[in-house]
């Protein structure tokens, strides 16, 4: 194979087997997303034919030596074992594994060479340009077909399977690769539960006079990382888009293609067509077509009932040794014939429907079909009946107002279930449906159980029935909760539309809103109403039926407190609004860089404009030099201070007003306030409306690959001043709206992502006027520094906030994990502060957009926190003192420092400090506030609060600790600002 040019300035991936199924489709998938390819493999001629339509291509080049592999590759694609010794070649790549089970061999030769590897376990994948000879039970299966027409199941059929199709493992093998913190994991694949012969009956349908055999002696396809499977999907957002039905009749087109056939075999296989009618369709009722199955060994027969065109049934005796009828059950759709599985394809289209009956025999009176000369009397099996008969009837009358009662009890629990679901899932109409069946089925089960009281109380107790009589009564209101809960997500749904689509005519928006505050209002109070009575009923029950009530009235509250705010600033005759939008991949103190802005005018309560533009555009308007603030310029170098740069304080607010400051300073206009938000505010709307597509790149932007995608597009020809940031981000803000505007239903979830966002303090705002800022203060979604204060007597109010500014000018903060554990010792004189953060950097080359992680760091604390040590950690363990600046800022005392971590490394900075308390004797009470900073998040997090062991613990907030021993321990709950509450009293 003679090698073709690529495009060197874009990234390079290596699939080794390329050329096989899986590796061709790979090649497809990377090259549509602008990847130059190279396509190392064994060539056949089957293989040949895979990538036929890739050769010549541009950025596609292959290759059968490995050696010939001279550019620095990106990412490597290892398909098959027999190239693991291709390791020390490429250790600076990305690499990943593909095979049907993990192999900790070369998994630990990659660790060991500081390879940035994952591995993926897959098998039973199936599809177009697959090898019939791989050692798969699908290969086989469809070798058997193409080759032999016959399909030969494992035991009686029934055993699950998991095939996998060829497209879908590609979609998983490229989210392994590209995910960000996937090095170093396991991933596992595979298809959609189906029985052997559900899969079987699926080829079935597309092949004239397929045989369907079934072995005993055969062993089931085995899949034994189901749990394994579960995690890998939900970490890499991996989902099956390809039904089994879908995936069996695109591999029969591959199939049955001219060139693919005569690749194989030299011969088409036969479609099925429609059914016509024949002489088969009407078959005498008296001559019955059976199929007998009878246990056999070593060379014992089996007979085959087989019907020819005629209508007639032959029965015919075959060893268990013969070549062309194998052992068990046989499904035949036409008449046999003679070495019928060598026989060409002739294309008939007669098809026969299965013809199965079972043997008769005669049950439960101890007769034989082979030996019936004892027959009961008629008279004796009448009085036999009628006494079941009675019987029956009795038991019915007796029991069947339980009955009765069980399934109304089983429908309305599926009911509820299924409406808090559907509520959740933004699915409103199909969520008001259920919540109205549930209102009706515990209707119903409530008087049945009134009616059965007087009887069956006696048996089961009094109290036993009065609380079944609760727990319907509170289903009941649940339902009618939810209920509640689809009117007002509609109501509110229609005030979104008419706030951001064209209207021909003026709407009424803050009529609307007045409306929605209503329903919301209402079902506000029903679903709390619910969670307080539950709390009074057995929690098995509670915690089964209203399992996702807790969210439902979180977001009910949250949207309750935004309602008085919004309609605040609807009324407001003109509103431009400035739209941050930072990408967190280069940290900085508010979220991320700012490389583009979106501009939001509103009219009367309307959204009239939305545009998007670069923020290089605007600063090149600027006039004049700006001195920056000397941290600035000490760690990023620039001489003078633009919008780009605009936030450097943690503080939104302070940050908010420099932006509208330089706004009008370069722009000229005014602005009446600013929002910020990042990537993650943008991967849970994405999530929410199932992915946008990008006409300008013709790809589709998902929750799962977002990240990858804005890394990958901030490579592809970045230069310093490029617009690749603002053509790509800019394009999907875009691209969002558009998509939010012309959906039908805007969805609960679109609501819920922006509440969620809300909540984990990634969306900031600000506004100029005093009336709409405080409101926004007292909402919590200012973005400044907060301020925590303690009411009670001997109490002393902490405070933590970890602030990241990458300065390193790249990305890396794509490849960066952050670990934090914190441990606070309280005692009557003071309280003891030791933290350990670690910053991992996970890239494994110098090249932009990874390299080193250059981070100027900053730890806002108490203004009374006095320093007793600091060390820095490297990789190796190594420890040094040092000695961070100190500055006052804000009314907190600030501690900073560079940062430096390398690629493929990790640091630890380790600060233990003091804040001075005497606490009273009776009561000690400690108020605790960490500040999320916005843009990350700690992949991991521990926080420790030890106490003296006659310390009684009175009150503590969150209740989610662990306490034993003198301590309360959290983990993993700093996805937010965080306000722990402590109270202490005497044993």
Known sequence: MSPQDVNHSNPLALILGGAGAVGSYLCDSLLSQSCQVICFDEFNDLKVNNITHLVGGRNFKVLDKIDQVKEEVDYVFCLDKKWYDSLNLFI????????????????????????????????????????????SWTAKLVSDIFFRRRIRLAGDGSAPAYPLFVKDLVTGLTASLFMPQSQGQVFYFAGEEITLFSFAKLWSD???????EFDERKTPPQVNYQRELALSRQELGWKINFSHPEAVSITMDWLNRPDVSQLLSGQKLPFKKKTVSSPLSSWSQDQPDRLSDQKTGSGMETEKID???????????????????????????????????????DGSILEIKHLLSEEKAVDGLGLSSENNHQVARPKDINKFWLWVSLFSLFFLVLFSPVLFLTKDLLLAVNSL??????????????????????????????????????????????????????????????????????????????????IILPQEEMVDVVSLLKIGQQLTQRAYFKLTNVAATSKNLPKPITDKTLKQLPAAIEGTKMTLDLLPFLADF??????????????????????????????????????????????YEADGQLKG?????????????????????????????????QILWFWEKQLDQRADGVIAINLQVVE??????????????????????????????????????????????????FEILETIKRQENLSVLLFSACQQSLLEGEVAAYFSDPGLEKQIVALGFDGGIKEVVCQKDSCLSDYLWSVDTNVGANKANFFVKKKLVQRLGISNEQVSHSLRLTWQNTAQTQSWPAGPYKNYWRLYLPSRAVLQEAFLENNAGQRQAIEPEVTQEMGKKVWNYLIEVPINSQVTVEINYQIKKQFDEDRK?????????????????????????????????????????????????LDRDRLFEFEWGEP
């Open 307 to 345: 019907i020819n065109p005629l209508g007639k049934t032959v029965a015919k005796k075959s060893s268990v040794k013969d070549k062309t009828d194998s052992e068990g059950l046989w499904l035949s759709r036409e008449p046999d014939s003679k070495n019928r599985a060598d026989a060409p394809f």
């Open 684 to 733: 849970k709307i994405l999530f929410s409306l199932g992915g946008v597509y990008l006409p300008d790149y013709q790809e589709t932007i998902t929750a799962q690959n977002l990240f990858e995608r804005a890394e990958y597009h901030s490579e592809i020809g970045f230069f310093p001043g490029s617009t690749q940031k603002k053509d790509f981000l800019g394009s999907l803000a």
């Open 417 to 498: 279930n299924r409406s808090q679901e559907t509520c959740l899932a933004g699915q409103l109409v199909d969520c008001q449906k259920q919540a109205r069946q549930a209102q009706e089925y515990f209707y119903r089960a409530q008087n049945t159980t009134n009616r059965l009281m007087p009887v069956l109380a006696p048996l089961f107790g009094q109290e036993s029935f009065s609380q079944a009589a609760k727990t319907l009564s509170l289903g009941q209101e649940a339902a009618s909760a939810l209920d509640y809960f689809s009117d007002s997500a509609q109501g509110l749904e229609q005030v979104f539309q008419a």
């Open 92 to 135: 600076n790549s990305r690499w990943l594994f593909l095979a049907s089970e993990f192999d900790d061999n070369v998994f630990d030769q990659a660790q060991k060479l500081a390879i940035n590897c994952r591995f993926v376990c897959a098998d039973g994948f199936f599809g177009p340009r697959m090898d019939l000879d791989y050692p």
């Open 925 to 973: 009470r400690l108020v605790y506030l960490v500040q999320k900073q916005a843009g990350t998040g700690w992949e991991e997090d521990v926080t420790l609060i030890s106490y003296p062991v006659d310390w009684l613990p009175l009150f503590v907030s969150p209740d989610s600790g662990d306490i034993s021993g003198g301590a309360i321990t959290y983990r993993n709950i």
């Open 625 to 657: 030099q700006v001195e920056p603030p000397e941290t600035l310029k000490k760690y990023l170098g620039e001489e003078s201070w633009y919008l780009r740069d605009a936030n450097w304080s943690p503080d939104f607010t302070q940050t908010a007003q």
């Open 570 to 615: 609807l009324t407001r005759e003109n509103q431009r609004i400035i739209l941050l939008l930072q990408n967190n991949m280069e940290l900085r103190p508010t979220g991320g860089f700012i490389g583009s802005f979106g501009l939001m005018d509103f009219e009367s309560g309307q959204l009239v404009n939305f545009t998007v533009k670069d923020v």
């Open 206 to 212: 597309h092949v004239v006079d397929l045989k369907i």
